[in-house]
Every structure is written in C-alpha cells, then in structure tokens.
C-alpha cells in the first residue's frame, strides 16, 4: 500500500512542477499579447490558456498575471476602446497639457510598443502628467471666476450697478470655461475612469469600489 501512496505523490509532485517554473520573458510576452490584441478580449486566465496551449508551458495563476500586468501597463490593444487609448498616448506627445502641437505630424512622433514595458510606463505617466497638469489649469480658472463674484458681493452695497456688471462678466466666464473645459476634457479623453471591457479582470474589491463610486486601480 505504501509504494503505490509513494508512487502517487511522485506523479501529483511531476504534475505540480512545470507550473511552479519561472515563466521566460518570451512566454510573458506571448501571454501579453494574446490579452491585449485578441478582438474577444480574453481574460487574463483565457489568454494565459491560450498561450501556454500555443507553446506548451504551465500557465501562471492569475494573481500572478494581474500582478506583472500592473507592473508592465498592460493595455487593450486589439478593439476601439484600445485603439483610442492608444490614439490619445499618442496625441500626448503631439501637444503640451494646453494643446499647443509639439510635433507636427503624428507620423514621426515615437510611440513605444508592447515589447517595451519600461518606455510604455514611462508613456504611461507623461501622460498622467499632462492630464493633471490640465487639470490643475481647470482649477485655476475656476478660481478666478470665484475671485469675480466676490468683487461683485463687495460691492452690493456701495455701487450696485457696477456689482451687478461684475456679476455678469463672471456669469458669462463661468458659462465659457464650462463648455471650453468640456471640450478639453472630451479631447483628453479625461472623463473615461473605468474601461467596461475591464471588468472580467477585476477582483471583487476592485468591483466593489466601482460600486462605491470610487475608480479602481
């Protein structure tokens, strides 16, 4: 009885082992591109299947997956909603964060690809950068517009006619920089928190602050 538990435990350890092997940087590689190009956008668990059937290895967990894929700036490549992700990574290093063109046609400007993670991440928080900096600039000019209607409430009581001419002009700023900033923010692509093809990805606490109103990272 015992050779045949011994003879089992050998064969469950042979079984366990190829999965518990350091994947190669080409297995990786093949894995990431299986996630981000596939038009059925697959999940990190189908793609990794997909892969390891194509070259015959041991797919990784996909804690392990979700983990690398934070790590590299794994996109979505392979359908419109990663072609447009795509488009505005690219459009960052055609202008500043106030829209002025950098670099005059799209064509010659470097975009790194998914065989470059390093420079993908780098890309990746340029284009945080110019985001947030267009967003502080949105702040900014909100705050002016504060700085005229308190002009106009100073002076309510000792000169209405010009309170109520402040007033207006703030009135009519506000009203610009919301369609100005609307815009802005339509072209930056900055209303876009979560990607919907995103979701099968997701763990549970990841879903639940998207319930919560709270964007998931």
């Known amino acids: 009885m015992m050779p045949f538990l011994r003879h089992d435990e050998d064969n469950q350890h042979k079984h366990r082992s190829p999965a518990m092997e350091r994947l190669t940087r080409e297995q990786w590689q ?22 390891a059937e194509k070259h015959q290895f041991a797919p990784p967990g996909k804690s392990t997956i979700d983990d690398r894929a934070k ?9 419109m909603t990663g072609i447009n992700a795509a488009a505005q990574r690219k459009a960052d290093t055609l202008t500043d964060s106030n829209g002025n063109r950098t670099i005059p046609d799209a064509k010659t400007a470097y975009f790194p690809g998914a065989s470059r993670p ?26 002016q517009i504060a700085v005229l209607r308190q ?20 009135k009519t700023a506000a009203q610009t920089t919301a369609i100005q900033q609307t815009g802005e923010r339509k072209a930056w692509g900055m209303d876009i928190l979560v990607d919907l093809g995103s979701f ?11 319930i919560n109103g709270k964007v998931a990272y």
């Not at 093949?30 to 892969?51: F, H, L």
């Open 30 to 51: 093949a894995i990431r591109t299986i996630w981000e190009y596939d038009p059925d956008q697959p999940s990190y668990n189908a793609a990794a299947g997909r892969a």
């Open 151 to 170: 002009e106009a409430l100073a002076l309510r009581h000792s000169n209405l006619d010009q309170a109520m001419a402040k007033m207006k002009l703030a």
């Open 118 to 143: 390093d420079l993908v991440l780098s890309s990746r928080e340029e284009a945080e950068n110019k985001r947030a900096e267009a967003t502080a600039r949105h702040r900014t000019e909100w705050m």
């Open 200 to 210: 099968k990805d997701m763990s549970d606490a990841q879903l639940e602050a998207i």
């Open 71 to 79: 790590k590299e700036g794994w996109e979505r490549r392979g359908n």
